[in-house]
């Protein structure tokens, strides 16, 4: 159980990295993202960012599973 929150904050750490450096350079809105802009407020809906992380962290998670086992 150790090694695995060992390697799951590694990984936390890793995501937080690239998530800076993406902001830093400017994280691109993907064809399937949702932006509405008004006079007051803007609303961002990221449909296809969500999906691309949630298949990242699908595969992600299949190996660290089978890695521990």
Do not use: C, H, N, Q
Not at 15 to 43: Q, S
């Amino acid at each position: 159980m150790g090694k695995l929150l060992v390697f799951l904050g590694l990984v936390i750490v890793l995501v937080g990295a690239i998530l800076i450096l993406l902001e830093r350079f400017g994280l691109p809105r993907l064809p399937g993202d949702i932006v509405i802009e008004r006079e007051k407020f803007t609303v961002y809906i990221p449909i296809a960012t969500s999906i691309i992380i949630s298949i990242v962290l699908t595969v992600l998670l299949f190996f660290v599973v089978r890695l521990f086992r």
